[in-house]
């Protein structure tokens, strides 16, 4: 498998344009996860899905932020409009269960689309 | 609301010596997950820990957990430069609920090894 695609992999817009970025989940994983990581904050947990449903987006920083997963290859992170503080590398990544002992959740993350708004 | 910290932030070693990151964690939970990044680039695993007293090795790396102290250590060996990059830890937040997949990351450590 390639691993967890995520386009494009540098953006860079001006205050108040949309952006979307966009990922493609290793196939068969039933989890997706959208990040946020920066200097100041860290990785951030945005939002994220199981079976291509929201479960928690309660990391997601204001309503300008929204994020769909319309199947289960593909989802989309969208800003609208955005700010020069969202500029941030933003990761995506999915899991899948992994039976053993107890059993846990392996998480896989994709390369990161670094954004820059000016 | 589970916090998880790390120590120290940043840790510059010389090759050859050892040394400890510490992960502090604020509840309860059964999984803790270590992660390495490269400079500008992604997160990759290292280990998964899921029991008290659990221990993993990989090469001069070594991560143990104690759940009752809730804190977890990654043990570095003989450093070599190769190491240098940016540890984090993990923990799954969903211990008292159903059995979902969510990690809450340390602040990370950023370690550099110098000749």
């Known amino acids: 498998d390639a691993g967890v695609i995520q386009s494009p992999r540098h953006e860079v817009t001006e205050m108040g344009q949309e952006v979307t970025l966009r990922c493609k989940p290793i196939?068969?994983?039933?989890?997706l996860f959208w990040y946020r990581q920066t200097m100041m904050r860290g990785l951030e947990l945005l939002i994220y899905?199981?079976?291509?449903?929201?479960?928690?987006d309660s990391g997601m920083p204001e309503d300008r932020f929204s994020a769909k997963m319309p199947n289960a290859s593909f989802s989309t992170l969208k800003i609208q409009p955005s700010e020069p503080r969202d500029s941030a590398v933003y990761f995506c990544?999915?899991?899948?269960?992994?039976?053993?002992?107890?059993?846990?959740?392996?998480?896989?993350f994709g390369p990161g689309t670094r954004l820059t708004v000016t | 609301e589970l916090k998880v910290e790390q120590n120290p932030l940043f840790l510059s070693m010389q090759e050859g010596k050892n040394y400890t990151i510490y992960c502090n964690y604020s509840?309860?939970?059964?999984?803790l997950y270590w992660y390495r990044q490269d400079p500008g680039k992604s997160l990759e695993s290292l280990f998964v820990?899921?029991?008290?007293?659990a221990v993993k090795q990989e090469g001069r790396l070594m991560a143990s957990l104690d759940t009752k102290a809730r804190l977890s250590t990654l043990h570095i060996t003989a450093a070599v430069h190769d190491l240098s990059a940016t540890y984090f830890c993990?923990?799954?937040?969903?211990?008292?609920?159903?059995?979902?997949?969510?990690?809450?990351f340390g602040t990370g450590t950023r370690l550099q090894v110098f000749p």
């Open positions: 899905f199981n079976n291509n449903v929201p479960i928690d």
């Open positions: 990544a999915s899991s899948l269960w992994v039976w053993g002992g107890d059993g846990f959740y392996e998480q896989y």
């Open positions: 509840t309860t939970s059964d999984r």
């Open positions: 993990a923990v799954d937040a969903s211990h008292f609920k159903y059995n979902t997949d969510k990690l809450i």
């Open positions: 820990l899921l029991s008290n007293g």
């Open positions: 196939s068969g994983h039933d989890y």
